[in-house]
């Protein structure tokens, strides 16, 4: 039984390496599985899941649900969250899928508007806009 639970332990920390190594990066579960898959490790796609909900729960990881189409994705933020922080915003290209992760000044005045003018308070880990990113805008241009 010992084996097992180092096992599960040595897949974790290698699963944490790999997030580490993406910071400021939204990754899906296909794309951890796609890595480790071409790397060769034996790692499984239910543990992969497993793991990344253990991660989240654990406050290691931000998950995002954009939409009800676009799977979940997931950012590693290890134990100084940004999920505490005030605002936090995401953008989403139309085109390509990329979802951008952002803190803006700018928008934080979105929320304090809401709230004070309109009696709605935003929940910005929430937040999407939609757009064009600059990748696929210099392809159409």
């Known amino acids: 039984m010992s084996t097992?639970?180092?096992y599960k332990t040595k897949q974790k920390?290698?699963?944490?390496e790999y997030l580490k190594?993406?910071?400021?990066?939204?990754?899906t579960a296909g794309d951890v599985c796609e890595h480790f898959k071409s790397k060769g490790s034996s790692i499984g796609q239910a543990t992969v899941y497993r793991q990344l909900e253990r991660l989240v729960d654990e406050g290691?990881?931000?998950k995002y649900i954009i939409d009800g189409i676009t799977p979940a994705c997931?950012?590693?933020?290890g134990h100084d969250s940004h999920a505490d922080e005030k605002m936090c915003f995401h953008?989403?290209?139309e085109k390509c899928g990329k979802l951008i992760h952002m803190h803006c000044e700018e928008l934080e005045g979105i929320g304090e508007h809401l709230y004070e003018h309109h009696g709605f308070t935003l929940n910005p880990m929430r937040?999407?806009?939609?757009?064009?990113?600059?990748?696929?805008a210099a392809l159409n241009g």
């Open 4 to 6: 097992r639970s180092n």
């Open 13 to 16: 920390e290698i699963l944490v």
């Open 21 to 27: 190594s993406t910071p400021g990066v939204h990754i």
């Open 60 to 62: 290691i990881l931000g």
């Open 74 to 77: 997931f950012e590693y933020i």
């Open 91 to 93: 953008c989403k290209c």
């Open 127 to 136: 937040t999407v806009f939609y757009g064009v990113c600059d990748d696929c």
